[in-house]
């Protein structure tokens, strides 16, 4: 059977005088940019490859066809929200007053964008009900830091910095957070749950004390579970001088219905590329901004947008730690996020909430009698699934199934995750799914159950219907091939 050679790297359908583009004769005086470079400047032309415009389209098309994404199939990696984007958003974000302006301008001619800003964080503080907002940070484990960083701030200021030097974490949290305690300079202690999935409260009394500076709880949680005792937790870390971070991966949940501050914390991140319909996976970019109480105000990142009169202008906090990125944010995400939030109000925020808990439920309790689910409560916007038995009966792990649900269209949930269970999957349909999708992603979970008892072998070596199948995972983390060797290979217009 013949096929066109579109899974071939591009060097590998390079032929020699082909060329993508066609621009007239530069009228502008040539530059000696070798001579400004000296050592640094390149001995010989790039080794480019030399394909025209339609073939190189057709073959990166090939390549995004290969690729699985959201507007793929369902997407249900549990407590990373990958809701669907909304193409609306895009159009607005490339609008020129956002897409062709400069960090550096001056304020002046930019009032416009920074309206936006303004109206953005604006909008954060309503849904978090925190006093401030900044739009600095640039992705979740970013606005994590930043949080901790505005605490550590605060510490120093009121001369507690050297005696608290602990943060709590429960071992629901996600694994940022200890990664960003340890970061910011604390020491961590792991908090464990108890048998029904919730932070141990008692567990939380016993640990805090006058060298804690904090604890960091994901609420929902990973397992998928609202933290009841939130409000009880957040007092008794008052009590003892500390402060409470809220983990806002998982406000896709909540939005409408309650909110951080109304729990007792007195931080948060929010991510605007997940619960806010900013593009998410891939390596970036993200948008995490961070909610205050009004005493952690004065030391938050800058600098944000503040309204004088009718003019915007950019302020640095005064007590701030300063930067924690260039410029302001990731703005073209802003941009997406603010668009969402315009088009949903505040009954469309509530709804998306609303949806997200009840696409979850509804998907559990469509697969619960096939898969252990653990936990066995009402679940906020994901769930987890418990895989031990069919290691045990079938030798089938949590990573086999999330492999062969890809034969079927559905992408992996997130796996091993929490690690409170160890053959976890942790489901998160979103509020962007159907119901026809949901059944389906249903009818295959409860299909490869089947196929678990019936052929284990099949679950144990999938994927078989995707472009690649099952890989080393350890060797493409260990030793990645990042570039092209040309003398291991021999391309069309080298073999003229």
Do not use: W
């Not at 995400?333 to 603010?338: C, S």
């Amino acid at each position: 059977m013949l096929i066109q050679d579109y899974d071939k790297l591009i060097f590998e359908i390079s032929t020699e005088g082909h060329t993508a583009y066609d621009l007239p004769a530069s009228e502008i005086e040539d530059y000696d940019l070798d001579s400004e470079l000296g050592d640094y400047s390149r001995k010989e032309p790039a080794r480019l490859p030399e394909v025209s415009e339609l073939q190189l389209l057709r073959h990166y098309t090939a390549l995004s066809n290969r690729n699985f994404g959201v507007e793929s199939g369902p997407y249900p990696l549990g407590s990373c929200t990958m809701k669907y984007n909304p193409k609306v958003n895009e159009e607005v974000a490339a609008l020129d007053g956002f897409s062709n302006i400069h960090p550096n301008q001056d304020p002046e001619s930019i009032q416009g964008a920074m309206e936006l800003m303004y109206n953005l964080q604006e909008y954060l503080k309503e849904i978090t009900q925190f006093d401030a907002v900044t739009l600095q940070p640039a992705a979740g484990a970013h606005g994590e830091l930043a949080s901790i960083l505005t605490f550590k701030a605060y510490f120093e200021a009121i001369g507690e910095g050297d005696q608290r030097k602990t943060i709590l974490i429960p071992d629901t949290a996600h694994g940022t957070n200890p990664a960003t305690a340890v970061v910011a300079g604390y020491d961590i202690v792991e908090l464990p749950s108890r048998e029904d999935g919730l932070i141990d409260v008692e567990a939380v009394r016993e640990a805090a004390g006058p060298d804690v500076a904090g604890i960091m709880v994901t609420n929902p949680s990973t397992a998928g579970l609202f933290e009841q005792d939130a409000k009880e937790i957040a007092d008794i870390i008052h009590e003892a001088g500390g402060l409470v971070f809220y983990d806002g991966a998982n406000l896709n949940a909540i939005m409408g219905i309650s909110s951080p501050a109304a729990m007792g914390f007195d931080a948060c991140h929010m991510n605007l590329h997940k619960t806010f319909t900013g593009p998410h996976g891939g390596g970036g970019p993200g948008s995490g901004p961070i909610g205050v109480v009004d005493k952690l105000a004065p030391y938050i990142p800058g600098p944000n947008v503040v309204k004088d009169g009718d003019k915007y202008v950019f302020e640095t906090p005064e007590k701030s730690y300063g930067r924690i990125k260039g410029d302001f944010g990731n703005f073209g995400v802003n941009v997406r996020a603010y668009n969402y939030i315009r088009a949903m109000g505040p009954e469309g925020l509530r709804r998306a909430s609303e949806d997200a808990v009840l696409n979850a439920n509804y998907l559990r309790a469509r697969v619960k009698d096939h898969y252990n689910a653990p936990f066995d409560q009402f679940n906020k916007n994901d769930f987890v699934l418990d895989l031990t038995n069919f290691k045990k009966e079938y030798d089938i792990v949590a990573k086999d199934v999330g492999k062969r649900l890809l034969d079927y269209g559905v992408h992996a949930p997130t796996t091993y995750f929490p690690l409170i269970i160890q053959e976890c999957l942790m489901v998160e349909p979103t509020d962007t799914e159907s119901k026809r999708d949901l059944d389906y992603t249903a009818d295959v979970f409860i299909k490869i159950a089947e196929e678990i008892k019936e052929d284990p072998e099949l679950v144990k070596t999938a994927p078989h219907n995707t472009p690649v199948r099952r890989i080393d995972e350890a060797q493409t983390s260990r030793k990645p091939i990042l570039k092209y060797n040309f003398e291991d290979h021999e391309s069309p217009a080298d073999s003229k």
